[in-house]
């Protein structure tokens, strides 16, 4: 079993998480910030078995899409997602 850590923009979460439950994914939304633009993110944690990691994957790649904006004087890509996948012993919903 794996725990997918996703951390995606704001502006991309709903898409997301839709996506996902789409799929009969569940997934758990927090909030948080990034470090280098101080702008929203959201996180999401969803546990998979290990086959299925790929597909939670395929399903975050088709509703992140990257884009440009201004940071001073330059412009720098932002977008996609951070994805951390780890083992997980086991899983225990109450």
């Known amino acids: 079993m794996k725990l997918i850590i996703a ?3 704001d502006d991309y979460s709903t898409k997301v998480i839709k996506s996902l439950m789409t799929k009969k994914y569940r997934t758990t939304k927090l909030s948080s910030t990034g470090g280098f633009l101080k702008s929203g993110n959201t996180t999401l944690l969803i546990g998979v ?3 299925k990691v ?3 994957i395929k399903a975050i790649e088709e509703e992140c899409k990257g884009k440009k904006v201004n940071k001073g004087k330059e412009e720098i890509n932002i977008g996609g ?3 951390f996948i780890l083992n ?3 899983f225990k919903k109450i």
């Open 7 to 9: 951390i995606v923009q």
């Open 81 to 83: 997602a951070n994805i």
């Open 49 to 51: 078995e290990d086959e």
């Open 88 to 90: 997980m012993e086991d």
């Open 54 to 56: 790929d597909d939670v």
